[in-house]
Structures are given as structure tokens and as C-alpha cells.
């Protein structure tokens, strides 16, 4: 298996500022790893995949230049989201496909955006 | 691009009642479906999963069946807890492949 951490697990920002949210894979490289958004009550929402050392890929309808996504080693990506607006508050949870190809899951970002 | 639907989406048992959560998927080249538990603000934990050559598998008081042919499969809880109570969401995908594809999730209540 595989060691997700997610940082922060809260945080509140302001109306037009940006925050970032890092992932860390504590026990193994990951080469991959995923971000999803989760609204209340609904289901896991793939916002894009983030690749080591290269450009992440974004789902359809999903701003690559308001989600900003890094993944500068292998056991850190990171979701920056720019000029947030109260409609970007979620639950933002990354993932690490680990060699098994199974998924484990961060245990998530609470973002609220006032 | 593949497409997973989930029902019901809440369901109320009384403890010790089995619980039955279906699915069906559209890209007939997935080959891997898990399931996994969510409780509240908390991350999805997988229970059980299955690959498409089998059909059904089984881990205690959780099993899942799955119908190529039909494209759906199904997760059954037996003897159901209290602490079973949590959104359960299917999932499919390609055996190794990046994409996981969720269902829409099941919310399940377990009466005591």
C-alpha cells in the first residue's frame, strides 16, 4: 500500500487570494498521483492528473491556470488554487495510484472561500 | 469515456439485514471495479474490489458480483452493523491504466 498526507486539512481564504494544497506520498515514490474535487453530498470529481516532472493533465472543463498543479519529486504534488472564489469551496482530496494499481487517497482539504 | 451509474442513492436497513448497492458502466474495456467507504469528511477507504475475470469475489460479510455481459456488478452486505452506516461509492477503471471513473454513491443508513 501506500501513505497519503494532505496539508492543510482546513483552511479559509479570502475572495480573490490564492492557496496552495500540498500531497505527499510518505512511504512510496509515486509517479502519479491525482487530484479530485468533492462537493457536499456528491460523488469524487477528477480534476486532473499530475505527473513527476512533467505537465499535469486536466480533465475536460477543469482551468489548468486556476487549479496550478506541481509534482516536483516523487512524493509531492501540489494543487494551487488562484484567485479562489466562494464556488471553489470543496473538499479537495489527492490520490497515489501505488504499484498495485490500486488508489489510496490523501485524507483531504476542507477549502472555504469567503 | 466511461460512465459509472450507482443506485440506489440512499438506503435505510435494520441492523442484521443484508444491504445490496448495484452499479453499471459503459466502456465494456474496464476490467477493474472497486468499492469503497466514505464516512463523513473522512478520505474513501477501499473495501473490495473485483477484476473482470472473476465474478464474484467475497471478504467476510462483503461480497461483489460482477456481470460482463450486462456491464453492472454489485456490492452485498450481510449481517449489516451500525458501523456500516456511510456513503459507499463503485468505481470503474483499466487494470493499469491511470483513470478511476466514480458512481455517483450510495448513502446507507444501518438502523440499530
Known amino acids: 500500500g501506500a501513505v497519503v498526507s494532505q496539508h492543510p486539512s482546513r483552511v479559509i481564504c479570502k475572495s480573490g487570494t490564492s492557496v496552495k494544497i500540498e500531497c505527499r506520498s510518505l512511504d512510496f515514490q509515486a509517479t502519479t498521483m491525482f487530484w479530485y474535487r468533492q462537493f457536499p453530498k456528491q460523488s469524487l470529481m477528477l480534476m486532473a492528473t499530475s505527473n513527476e516532472g512533467s505537465k499535469a493533465t486536466y480533465e475536460q472543463g477543469v482551468e489548468k491556470d486556476k487549479f496550478l498543479i506541481n509534482h516536483a519529486s516523487l512524493t509531492l504534488s501540489t494543487l494551487t488554487v488562484t484567485s479562489a472564489h466562494p464556488e471553489d469551496s470543496s473538499f479537495y482530496i489527492c490520490s497515489v495510484r501505488g504499484q498495485d494499481y490500486e488508489q489510496y487517497f490523501g485524507p483531504g482539504t476542507r477549502l472555504t472561500v469567503t | 469515456g466511461e460512465n459509472v451509474e450507482q443506485h440506489p442513492s440512499t438506503l435505510s436497513v435494520q441492523e442484521g439485514d443484508s444491504a445490496v448497492i448495484k452499479c453499471t458502466y459503459s466502456?465494456?474495456?474496464?476490467?477493474?471495479f472497486p468499492w469503497y467507504k466514505q464516512e463523513l469528511g473522512k478520505r474513501p477507504q477501499l473495501i473490495i474490489d473485483?477484476?473482470?475475470?472473476?465474478g464474484e469475489k467475497k471478504d467476510q460479510r462483503i461480497a461483489v458480483t460482477l456481470n460482463k455481459t450486462a456491464k453492472h456488478f454489485s456490492l452485498h452486505i450481510t449481517e449489516t452493523q451500525p458501523e456500516d452506516s456511510a456513503v459507499y461509492f463503485c468505481?470503474?477503471?483499466?487494470?493499469?491504466?491511470?483513470?478511476?471513473?466514480f458512481g455517483t454513491g450510495t448513502k446507507l443508513q444501518v438502523i440499530p
Open positions: 468505481a470503474a477503471s483499466k487494470w493499469g491504466y491511470q483513470k478511476v471513473t
Open positions: 466502456d465494456s474495456a474496464s476490467n477493474y
Open positions: 473485483i477484476r473482470s475475470n472473476v
